[in-house]
């Protein structure tokens, strides 16, 4: 099975379908534009589509509505919670300016203070 992501027009996530590999087998190989034809046929020829690895196999992470699809990086980044946090390019996904403490105790981030507080 195959997913793909429907964007909006600022390339926001609006919705993840799965697509069965028999709409984009193309010579023996898995082809994305025939899997967005596919999505287009159901879903509107003016709808836009991205196929999502839910094996992380490519585009970095699994789409999910709220996820933007960020063309330079060919990758989905999921929301920014808190203005302070960084993206990791490497993972496209958003890390602290501060690393989570290393020990057995729960931290929740305090953006007012910019640092983890421990759960109490």
Known sequence: MAHFAQLDD???VI??????NNELMLDGQENEIKGIIFCK???GENTKWKQTSYNLNFR???AAPGYTYDESRDAFVPPKFFASW???ETICQWEAPVPYPIDD???NWDEDLGNWIEVL
């Open 10 to 12: 600022s390339n926001i």
């Open 15 to 20: 919705q993840v379908i799965v697509v069965h």
């Open 41 to 43: 046929s159901l879903y």
């Open 60 to 62: 970095k992470n699994f």
């Open 86 to 88: 960084i993206l990791n």
């Open 105 to 107: 105790k729960i931290y």
